[in-house]
């Protein structure tokens, strides 16, 4: 095992509200900030930038995007004025030969990066590019993609993606966060089970989620899982896969966290 191989992280995000919260799940986000080793650069990978193509983020100064409406003025009021990398970018579109990689210059980060890294790394000193996730593309692509990227562990780079294993919100409980829907449980414990799972990406049970029985119902579309593929596609053979934290929130949204490494 290099000793200097950065974990992987795939984060239940939940709602922009965590930003200006304190609960177990921010403060869970917080602990990994502080007692993971420090990365030199981030990648991020979100639920929220969901394109035609793949593309990473390769400006200096990325933006902070607020992509929600509803929410107090504070939330809007906030920033995560992290430094970009171009650098990284370039590094990412060499790595990944295939698709072609679009520099982008205009996206920046959105809600499902910044959110969960100003509770990591609040200071905003560490450099964050983010990669889109190419909708038009199966699931075993992306846990493929999540192979690629595992080279940049071993050089500093830790992988925060950012998403829901369950993620419903029509069938969502807005105003109770009283008992998860049984098909929520069952996904989200089925996802749990086959976490340690290895293996080639056309056998992976969480490559074939859709085969579960509540698939559909737990992802009426599947931005908000994917994220998790590129987190297990990085894991090494002698890596271990933990929980660092999980729950059930408005009875249909997962927020269940996973670490490799």
Not at 19 to 30: D, G, I, Q
Not at 93 to 117: K, M, Q, R, Y
Not at 135 to 147: N, R, S
Request: no cysteine.
């Amino acid at each position: 095992m290099n000793p200097l191989r950065m974990p992987a992280l795939f984060l239940g995000h939940g709602s922009p509200m965590n930003v200006l919260e304190e609960n177990n799940y921010t403060r869970t986000w917080r602990e990994l900030g502080e007692k993971l080793p420090r990365p030199q650069a981030i990648l991020a990978i979100s639920a929220h930038w969901y394109t035609r193509g793949t593309a990473v983020t390769a400006m200096k100064n990325p933006r902070t995007i607020h992509d929600f409406g509803g929410f107090p003025q504070a939330l809007f009021d906030t920033r995560y004025a992290a430094p970009g990398s171009p650098a990284l970018a370039q590094k990412i579109a060499e790595i990944l030969t295939s698709p072609d990689v679009h520099l982008d210059h205009n996206w920046g980060l959105d809600h499902g990066s910044w959110g969960v890294l100003i509770k990591m790394y609040p200071a905003a000193d560490i450099p964050v590019v983010q990669l889109s996730i190419d909708g038009t593309q199966p699931a075993a692509w992306h846990f493929q993609l999540g192979q690629k990227l595992a080279t940049l562990r071993e050089q500093g780079v830790m992988i925060v993606a950012s998403g829901n294993v369950v993620h419903n919100l029509r069938m969502a409980r807005w105003q109770d966060d009283g008992d998860a829907y049984p098909w929520a449980r069952a996904f989200n414990q089925y996802v749990r089970d086959n976490l340690s799972w290895q293996g080639s990406a056309a056998e992976h049970p969480l490559v074939n989620f859709m085969q579960h029985q509540d698939a559909v119902l737990a992802n009426p579309t599947p931005e908000h899982y994917l994220p998790l593929l590129y987190i297990l596609g990085s894991r090494q053979p002698d890596e271990a896969v933990t929980v660092p934290v999980d729950g059930i929130v408005m009875s249909a949204l997962s927020m269940l966290s996973v670490q490799v490494g």
